[in-house]
């Protein structure tokens, strides 16, 4: 089990979210009042291939591991600078396979739909970030960690300190891939 540590949303298209004392995550739409709510693909660049894809990234969630190993290696990043909805401790998100419900406090429920696609903004954002962000292993595979994307099954209001519950799908588990 693990917690929320912060939620973040904006109305606009900024790379950065402030953080808010809640959000409201609404079924099928993804968190109220924030610019990637909707049905339909929201994110610019997918916009443009094809809008009436289904918006597979209605809530991004990125762990504070995370966070806590860029600023080891001298980045200056909080929650929400990211662009993430909302930032998790305690949970391996990365390891997580494509389906597992994720309970956000005593309501909620999201879908994790796949790995984020780390984007040249994060590079602009702060240099020499996207590498760090964005790899190789040992065996020369892509390894993504910024995040994972999800979609709201069940609405609620999601608050730092909130309890994250992980319920995994059926075997065979499927590899998170980019969305």
Not at 87 to 108: E, F, M, N
Not at 119 to 135: D, M, R, T, Y
Not at 145 to 152: L, N, T
């Amino acid at each position: 089990m693990g917690t929320i540590a912060a939620v973040s949303r904006s109305g606009e298209y900024t790379f950065t979210k402030p953080n808010h004392d809640s959000i409201t995550l609404l079924a099928g739409l993804g968190v109220e009042g924030d610019v990637h709510q909707g049905v339909t693909v929201k994110h610019r660049s997918r916009v443009k291939r094809d809008p009436t894809q289904p918006n597979l990234r209605q809530v991004h969630l990125m762990h504070a591991e995370l966070h806590d190993e860029l600023n080891a290696n001298g980045f200056a990043v909080e929650p929400g600078q990211l662009g993430e909805n909302i930032t998790t401790r305690g949970v391996d998100l990365l390891a997580l396979p494509t389906g597992t419900r994720l309970h956000l406090g005593s309501r909620a429920v999201v879908e994790v739909t796949g790995l984020r696609n780390p984007c040249p903004q994060i590079e602009a954002f702060q240099a020499g970030l996207l590498k760090e962000v964005v790899g190789r292993d040992e065996n020369g595979n892509v390894v993504r960690k910024a995040g994972i994307m999800s979609i709201v099954l069940v609405g609620g209001e999601v608050r730092p300190g909130d309890e994250i519950r992980v319920e995994l799908p059926a075997e065979p588990h499927r590899p998170l891939s980019p969305v």
